[in-house]
């Protein structure tokens, strides 16, 4: 059975930040691309940042380049959002997913996802 348990979210003043952590279990996790996305209230599920099976490729959403890092640890089969100089519209609930090799930008292309954990940037 395949997990993804995201942990790491919580409360946060603007200006801070936080690192997020996605534990993987029941798959090959060095085969699997990682993706980050986020959803707000009202809004659809967006994505944050994706990172493919050899790290080689890393690519972020624009409002979060050079704020947040997106790494992986295959040795712990986890996969980490570094969040720096958060702001108040980085709040939402952050999920992780995982897809055979490669990075990717779409939900669609996802085959497993985590159950989510909430960000609150307070301003």
């Known amino acids: 059975q395949v997990q993804l348990v995201e942990s790491g979210g919580g409360l946060v003043q603007a200006g801070g930040s936080l690192r997020l952590s996605c534990a993987t279990s029941?798959?090959?996790?060095?085969?699997?691309?990682m993706g980050w996305f986020r959803q707000a209230p009202g809004k659809e599920r967006e994505f944050v940042a994706t990172?493919?099976?050899?790290?080689?490729?890393?690519y972020y959403e624009d409002s979060v380049k050079g704020r947040f890092t997106i790494s992986r640890d295959n040795a712990k089969n986890t996969v980490y959002l570094q969040m720096n100089s958060l702001k108040p519209e980085d709040t939402a609930v952050y999920y992780c997913?995982?897809?055979?090799?490669?990075?990717?930008?779409?939900?669609?292309?996802?085959?497993?996802w985590g159950q989510g954990t909430q960000v609150t940037v307070s301003s």
């Open positions: 990172i493919s099976a050899s790290a080689y490729y890393i």
């Open positions: 997913a995982a897809r055979m090799i490669n990075s990717s930008r779409r939900p669609d292309d996802y085959r497993y």
């Open positions: 029941g798959l090959s996790f060095r085969t699997y691309g």
